[in-house]
């Protein structure tokens, strides 16, 4: 709601604008970071409550809960770094082919592409703040989310307020985005409790989903400008080339760098988001 009345002084389409990139951002989300979170959550709940039982002298050590939380988050890089590389890429062509229909016209597409872009910005780190926050669910703790929660609030407003006047719509953006990173940020901090994720392999497996996106991206862009010149600009046939060409060679070369780069956990998210489609 805050959102909308901050964005209704911006000018009468940047709401339209936003959430039409909000619903591009919500699907790799939705897929890919809840799908994961659900997925371990039952795991990290057996931890927690094994790990309770062994402090008691009840029953053996634990399995590791930073362990399990340590995969969730690999997995959720592995897939949000290409999704997020992609869509900066192909903004553009796929919001044209999905959107680009009766009023909504090409001065749409550049400003919903445009704000697409600023909130990728956050993306990553939301997509990564889902299994993070499902962990402390499972030590049955509701209320640091909450707090860390209303913090990520009042980072959006300071933010929001301070830029809504010199940028716009993209101030706005922008605000979001840093909401979400601030939150993912300190819910990281917090994990220190706990062990911490340290010497668990999360922060290579970023990087090299990092490098085989940025590779995918490279490739996914020089193929784009090759189909452009080549297909029918303006048809549904030809939007429809253009984002499975340039799309699907960008995923070729993502799948080929993750294998060179031996990055297992490719595997493991491709299972959990086939069950999530299957359901």
Not at 54 to 76: C, I, N, R, W, Y
Not at 160 to 168: E, F, M, S, T
Request: aromatic share 8%; with cysteine.
């Amino acid at each position: 709601a805050i959102d909308r009345h901050l964005a209704s002084r911006t000018g009468p389409e940047s709401i339209a604008w936003m959430q039409y990139a909000t619903r591009l951002i919500q699907f790799p989300l939705g897929l890919v970071s809840a799908a994961v979170s659900m997925a371990i959550l039952p795991t990290l709940s057996q931890c927690e409550s094994a790990s309770r039982r062994s402090a008691a002298g009840k029953g053996p050590p634990a399995a590791d809960f930073q362990e399990t939380l340590a995969l969730g988050l690999k997995m959720v890089l592995v897939a949000i770094v290409p999704a997020t590389v992609g869509l900066f890429v192909l903004a553009k062509p796929i919001i044209a082919l999905v959107f680009e229909h009766g009023d909504f016209d090409a001065l749409d597409t550049a400003r919903t592409a445009l704000a697409l872009r600023y909130y990728l910005i956050g993306l990553i780190f939301a997509a990564v703040d889902q299994p993070l926050v499902f962990a402390f669910y499972a030590r049955k703790d509701t209320l640091t989310p909450a707090l860390v929660g209303a913090l990520g609030v009042g980072i959006y407003l300071a933010v929001a307020l301070a830029l809504i006047r010199p940028l716009g719509m993209i101030g706005l953006v922008l605000a979001n985005s840093a909401q979400l990173t601030g939150h993912a940020l300190v819910m990281l901090f917090l994990v220190r409790r706990w062990g911490g994720l340290r010497g668990r392999g999360v922060a290579l497996v970023a990087l090299k989903s990092l490098l085989a996106s940025l590779a995918m991206g490279g490739a996914a862009y020089l193929a784009l400008n090759l189909i452009e010149g080549l297909a029918d600009a303006g048809t549904l046939a030809g939007e429809i080339a253009v984002v499975g060409v340039a799309g699907g060679v960008g995923f070729l070369v993502y799948l080929g760098a993750i294998a060179l780069l031996r990055v297992e956990e490719a595997g493991l998210i491709w299972e959990v988001v086939r069950r999530k489609v299957r359901a």
